[in-house]
């Protein structure tokens, strides 16, 4: 399998639950991001690791925890959320930025709905 | 900071006929790339065309090329001869040489009649 999956692809849950979402990547990248898409607005940056160490965490709620245990993955836990968290949260992968021409790859989303 | 502008919400365009989607992007930086991307309505961001801030000519991909215009900021995407198949969001993005991020613009909605 190739390129950056991401499951579950949808995901309803409540607020008082702890879930996770799980990104791989088969590209040999060793940079993975976390965006979070909501409606009518840019694509949030949340989180980037980098030789799966994080490197920058955009100011972001601590009921969102990222993992990276290897290069290859990314979590994202999830635990008593809010209803305005319900968005697409993508997962993306490139290769450390030697020059800008490394562009992403992007997984499908998973789409969260949290009620 | 990067900033990425993407003035126009939705677009139309008749199937067959081009349509030029805007983006202006802002940096200090002198090595930077932009590159964009279709959403569908899958939600997978796909990518289509990449310009690199030193490149002298413009970028294109098949029916993808790309308008810069380095002393204006602008970075806009030109689709010829679309298609059903192109209805779905563009966003314009940017990276700068050595940056850890990628940064997005609102995006553009784009609807193609057939």
């Known amino acids: 399998e190739t390129g950056v999956t991401q499951t579950p692809r949808h995901l309803v849950m409540g607020m008082t639950n702890k879930k996770s979402l799980k990104c791989e990547q088969h590209?040999?990248?060793?940079?993975m991001y976390w965006y979070k898409q909501s409606a009518k607005k840019p694509l949030e940056l949340m989180f980037v690791?980098?030789?799966?160490?994080?490197?920058e965490n955009n100011s972001v709620p601590s009921r969102f925890s990222p993992e990276c245990p290897n290069s290859s993955h990314l979590f994202l836990h999830l635990h008593t959320l809010q209803p305005e968290d319900s968005a697409l949260y993508l997962c993306a992968s490139s290769q450390l930025p030697e020059t800008a021409n490394y562009g992403y790859t992007f997984g499908s989303g998973t789409r969260l709905t949290v009620v | 900071a990067q900033k990425i502008t993407q003035t126009q919400p939705g677009m139309f365009v008749q199937e067959k006929e081009a349509v030029t989607l805007d983006c202006t992007y802002d940096t200090s930086d002198q090595s930077y790339g932009l590159f964009w991307y279709k959403q569908p309505s899958s939600g997978e961001m796909i990518f289509l065309i990449y310009q690199g801030s030193y490149d002298e000519q413009n970028a294109t991909e098949g029916r993808y090329s790309l308008n810069f215009q380095k002393a204006r900021k602008s970075a806009n995407l030109v689709i010829s001869a679309s298609q059903l198949g192109d209805s779905a969001m563009y966003f314009c993005?940017?990276?700068?040489?050595?940056?850890?991020?990628?940064?997005f613009g609102a995006g553009t909605r784009l609807t193609v009649k057939p």
């Open positions: 690791y980098s030789l799966e160490e994080r490197v």
């Open positions: 993005a940017m990276r700068e040489v050595g940056g850890n991020d990628m940064r």
């Open positions: 590209l040999g990248h060793n940079a």
